[in-house]
């Protein structure tokens, strides 16, 4: 029986001179966080939002590749995209900030139709 595989992970962000800019950490790297512009936020990174979901997106295209590796199937191309929208007219709560709705599309490449659906359906199941 093998051990689990446990996973630490940390990032770290920091506020800046510029309000609402924020310096994000991760292990090495370094990445420039904007809020939004209706926030009186500069604007001009990426944002809180787009990283969130930037991250899901990240994760199914790699998984996708990880899960066609594990069924002995050819290993796609494969582009995700995730959108997500917040409607500040009908929030669910004041109190925080949620996504009314989230939709992923993929794109894969390098193989069929059948096997793409089957990669989706796996993906979906984790």
Known sequence: MSEPDDHDYLVRSVSTGTFGRVLLNSRSHHLVVDGPAQNGC??????????FLGGVAACAAELIQV????????????????????????????????????????????????????????????
């Open 42 to 51: 500069p604007g001009e990174a990426i944002t809180p939002a787009e990283l």
């Open 67 to 126: 899960i066609a590796r594990e069924k002995g199937m050819p290993v796609p191309e494969v582009e995700a995209e995730v959108g997500g929208t917040v409607d500040r007219a009908h929030e669910v709560r004041r109190d925080l900030t949620v996504f009314e709705s989230a939709t992923v599309r993929f794109a894969l490449r390098g193989i069929g139709a059948q096997d793409a659906s089957a990669l989706v359906e796996a993906f979906k199941g984790r």
